[in-house]
């Protein structure tokens, strides 16, 4: 049951976080999309790895939604999860090599 102010959003805060997206993949698939709440973007959610892969992948190519910025902005500031374009390329550019570092770090198992 979607509602028409609340799209299929109201069904997810009635449950635990997760549980919808559960029922919904099970029932329809691993990539779908639900209708937002007050009249914004319908909400494409992804659960395949290889669909994710590639959208993280060739993000320049898919549109984020006004509504998204703004939530982000708010939540992140206006940081790499909250650029887009040029301000986003650079920003990566200036991260780059923190996690070529991280990566070539030699993985320990800890102790605790």
């Not at 609340?6 to 009635?14: A, I, K, P, V």
């Not at 992804?46 to 994710?52: F, H, I, K, Q």
């Amino acid at each position: 049951q979607t509602s028409w102010i609340w799209g299929h959003e109201l069904q997810n805060f009635q449950h635990e976080a997760y549980k919808m997206y559960i029922e919904w993949a099970a029932s329809v698939g691993l990539v779908y999309r639900t209708k937002a709440a007050l009249f914004q973007s319908d909400i494409i959610i992804v659960g395949d790895n290889v669909a994710a892969h590639h959208i993280l992948q060739n993000a320049y190519s898919y549109v984020k939604p006004t509504g998204y910025w703004r939530v982000i902005t708010r939540l992140v500031g206006k940081g790499i999860a909250g650029a887009e374009g040029k301000d986003h390329r650079y920003q990566r550019k200036l991260l780059a090599p923190a996690f070529t570092y991280v990566r070539s770090l030699p993985m320990h198992q800890s102790s605790c």
